[in-house]
C-alpha cells in the first residue's frame, strides 16, 4: 500500500512539474518580439489602420510614364545587315570545307534541275565561283536581322514589398530617434528564348528588345544558336537611408518602407532572313548561258532553314518608396 501511494504521488509531481515547465515556456516566448519583418503590405491597409505617409520618393530611372506599346514594328530600314559568311553557312547546315558540305549547297542551289558548278554570294563568300562570270552586277547576300516586333502580355497583381521596423522611446520625454532602413532602386530583366535563329551570329547578332512606347529601355539580347537560351540584366541597386521618428516618452511607434514595383513581360519575334543577289556559274549553257545572277529569295530550298528568333522578356522595375509611421502606443 506504501509503494502505491508513492507511485501516485511521484506521477502527480512530475504532471506539476510539467505543467510548470509548459507555463514558463509561453511566458519566456511572450517577452521575445521580433522588431524587424519583411512582408508584403499596401498602402491602403495601412491608411485604414491610421498609419500616416511621413515621407515618399520616386527610384524609377528609366520607364517612361506612357507605358508599352500594343504592339511596336520597327522599319526594315532600321535593321541590321551582316555579309553572309561560311560561317553562317555552316551553322544551318553547310560546312563549305567539305566535299559533301559543297555539293549539299549546290545541289540546293541548282536552275531548270541543272546543279551549278560555282557560287559567288559575296566578295569574301565565293564556293568555286568562275572569275570571269559577266552576269551584271555584283554579288552581295547578306543577313538582315529586323528590329523585333514586340507583344505585351496581361501581367496580374504584383505586390509591393515592404520592411517594418519599430521605434521605442523609454525615456518621459517626447525624443528624434534615428532609424536607418534600406531600399532598392534600378530594374531586373530576364529573357529567354523559345525559339533561336537560324544564324549563328556572335557578338553581331546584339539585339535590343523595347519594352516601351518610346523605346527607351530595352535589353540586349544575343540571337542565334550559338548562344545561351536565356539571360539576365540588372540595374538594381541596394540604398541605405535613415529616418529621424519622433515618439512621445513611454510610447513605441512602427515604421514601414513600402517599395512600389512595376512588371512588365513581353513576347518578341526578331525577324531573321536572306537579303541580295548571288551569282552562279553552270556547266553548260542553261537558256543559252553559262552565268547567272539571281535572287537570294528565290531559292527556296535553302531558305526554309532559315528562321527568325522568338522569346519572352519581363522587367521588374522599383519605382517608388513610401515611409509609413503608426500611432503611437503605450510602450
Request: hydrophobic residues 30%; proline residues 5%.
Amino acid at each position: 500500500m506504501k509503494k502505491t501511494t508513492n507511485l501516485i504521488l511521484a506521477i502527480l509531481l512530475l504532471f506539476f512539474t510539467s505543467c510548470s515547465r509548459d507555463e514558463m515556456s509561453e511566458v519566456e516566448s511572450s517577452n521575445i518580439s521580433d522588431n524587424t519583418q519583411k512582408r508584403s503590405a499596401t498602402e491602403e491597409e495601412l491608411l485604414k489602420k491610421g498609419w500616416k505617409i511621413i515621407d515618399q520618393f520616386e527610384v524609377s530611372a528609366s520607364l517612361p510614364k506612357e507605358g508599352m506599346n500594343s504592339h511596336k514594328i520597327m522599319n526594315k530600314t532600321n535593321g541590321k545587315f551582316i555579309p553572309l559568311s561560311d560561317r553562317h553557312l555552316k551553322s544551318i547546315g553547310y560546312d563549305i570545307y567539305t566535299a559533301a558540305g559543297r555539293k549539299k549547297l549546290k545541289k540546293d542551289f541548282a536552275y531548270m534541275n541543272i546543279i551549278p558548278d560555282g557560287l559567288e554570294f559575296n566578295p569574301q563568300l565565293s564556293i568555286d565561283g568562275h572569275k570571269g562570270n559577266n552576269a551584271p552586277g555584283l554579288a552581295d547576300v547578306s543577313i538582315f536581322i529586323g528590329n523585333p516586333i514586340v507583344t505585351p502580355i496581361e501581367e496580374p497583381y504584383f505586390p509591393s514589398e515592404s520592411f517594418t521596423t519599430e521605434i521605442s522611446n523609454d525615456s518621459n520625454q517626447e525624443n528624434s530617434i534615428e532609424k536607418s532602413y534600406e531600399y532598392k532602386k534600378g530594374s531586373v530583366v530576364n529573357w529567354n528564348t523559345e525559339v533561336k535563329g537560324s544564324f549563328e551570329l556572335g557578338a553581331e547578332g546584339q539585339v535590343g528588345i523595347p519594352f516601351v512606347t518610346s523605346g527607351a529601355v530595352s535589353t540586349e539580347i544575343n540571337i542565334g544558336g550559338g548562344y545561351s537560351e536565356g539571360g539576365q540584366e540588372s540595374t538594381e541597386k541596394t540604398v541605405n537611408s535613415k529616418y529621424i521618428a519622433k515618439v512621445p516618452g513611454k510610447h513605441k511607434v512602427k515604421i514601414t518602407i513600402v517599395t512600389t514595383s512595376k512588371r512588365y513581360s513581353i513576347n518578341y519575334f526578331v525577324p531573321i532572313g536572306l537579303e541580295g543577289f548571288f551569282k552562279a556559274n553552270f556547266p553548260s549553257k542553261v537558256q543559252g548561258n553559262y552565268f547567272y545572277k539571281f535572287d537570294i529569295k528565290n531559292v527556296y530550298h535553302f531558305l526554309k532553314n532559315i528562321n527568325g528568333e522568338k522569346g519572352n522578356a519581363k522587367i521588374i522595375e522599383n519605382q517608388s518608396v513610401k515611409i509609413f509611421q503608426s500611432p503611437a502606443e503605450p510602450i
